[in-house]
C-alpha cells in the first residue's frame, strides 16, 4: 500500500471581528482534496475529500460501491499525491456493467461524491442480525466519538465515522464528506480482514439514503448520528431491517426503525 499525504489542515490569515473589537489571526481549516479513482484504467469518479487515509477512502469506495469484492481481487494500488489520482487494479481486468455506470447519482453530502446505485437496489435487500445494544451505553459511545476527533476539534469543519463492538470503538476516520469519513472505515477493514457483519456504525453526518446503502451492503444492522435522517433513509432503515439512531445529543436520541435492537 502506498503512503498517503497526512496533512489534514491549512493555516489561514483572518480578520476577527467581535462587538467591540477586531483583531488578526490565524485559523485551521480542513484540506479540500479533489482525489480522481480509477479502476483498471477507467475514471470512475472524482471524490472532494480530506487527504488523509486515501488508500482506505479508494478501497471503501471501491467496495461500497459494488467493485471490489474482497482485498484479494487487488492486483495493485497506486496513490499520486501530486496528480490526485488513485489508481486500482484487479487481477481480473472484468468489464464493468454499462448499467451501474449508469446509476450515478450525485450525492447529498459535503464534499460531493457519487454513487452507483439508486434507491430501488436496496429494496430487495434485508439485513439480519440479533445485534443488540442498550441506551445507555449509546450515549457513552457518542460521548467517546464526539471526543475522538482532532481535526474536527481544530476546525469544526469535518465529519467522522466510526465502527463499533458493543461499547468499543475499533475503527475511526475523519472527512469533509461524511459518505468519505463511512467509505475510510469501511476500507480499513477490508485491508486489515476486520469483520464488519453485525457492527454499529456512528456518524456525525446526516444519514440519508446513500449511508443506508453503505450499511445494507456490509450487513451492518444499526446506524447511530448525532445529526438527523432524511424521509427516504427512513423508509429504506424501515424496509431492509436497519435500525436507524439520531439526533443523540443532550442525553436524548429517537430511535426511527427497528427500536427491538435497542435495550431500555
Not at 469506495?61 to 488513485?86: D, P, R, V
Request: with cysteine; aromatic share 6%.
Amino acid at each position: 500500500m502506498s503512503e498517503t499525504h497526512e496533512e489534514s489542515t491549512e493555516i489561514f490569515p483572518v480578520l476577527r471581528y467581535t462587538e467591540t473589537a477586531q483583531e488578526k489571526l490565524e485559523r485551521a481549516v480542513a484540506h479540500e482534496y479533489p482525489l480522481t479513482i480509477v479502476f483498471n484504467n477507467r475514471e470512475l469518479a472524482t471524490i472532494l475529500c480530506t487527504p488523509k487515509q486515501l488508500d482506505h477512502l479508494t478501497l471503501g469506495f471501491l467496495s461500497s460501491e459494488g467493485f471490489l469484492k474482497g482485498k484479494e481481487e487487488i492486483k495493485s494500488l497506486q496513490i499520486n499525491e501530486q496528480t490526485g489520482i488513485a489508481r486500482l487494479e484487479t487481477f481480473e481486468d472484468r468489464d464493468i456493467d454499462q448499467d451501474i455506470l449508469y446509476k450515478r447519482v450525485i450525492s447529498t453530502g459535503c464534499g460531493r461524491g457519487a454513487a452507483f446505485y439508486n434507491a430501488a437496489d436496496l429494496t430487495e435487500r434485508e439485513v439480519v442480525a440479533d445485534t443488540k445494544i442498550l441506551a445507555n451505553d449509546i450515549f457513552s459511545l457518542i460521548n467517546q466519538f464526539q471526543h475522538a476527533s482532532s481535526v474536527y476539534k481544530t476546525t469544526h469543519g469535518v465529519h467522522s465515522a466510526a465502527l463499533c463492538l458493543g461499547q468499543q470503538i475499533i475503527v475511526h476516520a475523519e472527512d469533509i464528506g461524511r459518505h468519505n469519513a463511512i467509505d475510510k472505515i469501511f476500507g480499513r477493514c477490508l485491508w486489515e480482514g476486520i469483520p464488519v457483519e453485525g457492527l454499529i456504525i456512528l456518524t456525525t453526518g446526516r444519514i440519508s439514503s446513500e449511508v443506508i446503502h453503505k450499511a445494507a451492503k456490509k450487513d451492518v444492522p444499526v446506524i447511530i448520528s448525532i445529526s438527523a435522517p432524511t424521509s427516504l433513509a427512513v423508509r429504506l432503515a424501515r424496509k431492509i431491517g436497519i435500525t436507524l439512531i439520531a439526533s443523540v445529543r443532550g442525553g436524548k436520541m429517537d430511535v426511527y426503525t427497528h427500536d427491538e435492537r435497542v435495550l431500555g
